[in-house]
Nanobody, 121 residues
């Protein structure tokens, strides 16, 4: 079973910064895309950022210029560096990993349990 362990969430003041981490068990797993989603109260889960195996990144318009996604292929860990946080960024953030297991004929998505990020003065 693939395990995704998230950390780094917490309470931060507007304008502050925070870094989220997601460590992924990789035994028998060939990882392709890694990313972060978030879900605020009363809203649908949305894509925040993702990075492909070749290093290409994509960001939601609302976080461009403020968030940076970084991938460590040695430790199978993905980070989300968040700067200039706003109240609108308050949400539960979920790590997502796309990959394949033996015999590597099917692509599956795996999710972390979520970590709370609260931006408030």
């Amino acid at each position: 079973q693939v395990q995704l362990v998230e950390s780094g969430g917490g309470l931060v003041q507007p304008g502050g910064s925070l870094t989220l981490s997601c460590a992924t068990s990789s035994r028998g797993l060939s990882i392709s895309t890694m990313g972060w989603y978030r879900q605020a109260p009363g809203k649908e889960r949305e894509l925040v950022a993702r990075v492909s195996s070749d290093g290409n990144t994509a960001y939601a318009d609302s976080v461009k210029g403020r968030f940076t996604i970084v991938r460590d292929n040695v430790k199978n860990t993905v980070y989300l560096h968040m700067y200039g946080l706003k109240a609108e960024d308050t949400a539960i953030y979920y790590c997502n990993v796309e990959g394949r297991t033996f015999p590597y004929t099917r692509t599956d998505n795996y999710w972390g349990q979520g970590t709370q990020v609260t931006v408030s003065s």
